[in-house]
């Protein structure tokens, strides 16, 4: 078992920034790959960015040269670095682990305002 616990959202004017982390606790050894999904008012649930247990990364083309997304193995921890947000942002982030049995964290909201 994976617990995941995200932190770092809140409300930010357009053009901000926010870093969120997620704290991965219980059978860590298992973990692979790691990210962050998001889902929007009326919308599904979508990959932001994933990153590998050897620190190879992956985004979603509408977030590309705007965030990042790195790992600290030894603090069992992710992180998504958000640049230049836009309403467009605003979404509940959810933390993602993959064992391969996939864990999800409780989610932690996100809101841009223009």
């Known amino acids: 078992q994976v617990q995941l616990v995200e932190s770092g959202g809140g409300l930010v004017q357009a053009g901000g920034s926010l870093t969120l982390s997620c704290a991965a606790s219980g059978s860590i050894f298992s973990i692979n790959t790691m990210g962050w999904y998001r889902q929007g008012p009326g919308k599904q649930r979508d990959v932001v960015a994933v990153i590998s247990s050897g620190g190879s990364t992956n985004y979603a083309e509408s977030v590309k040269g705007r965030f990042t997304i790195s790992r600290d193995n030894a603090k069992n921890t992710v992180y998504l670095q958000m640049n230049s947000l836009t309403p467009e942002d605003t979404a509940v982030y959810y933390c993602?682990?993959?064992?391969?049995?996939?864990?999800w964290g409780q989610g932690t909201q996100v809101t841009v305002s223009s």
């Open positions: 993602y682990a993959w064992t391969p049995v996939a864990y």
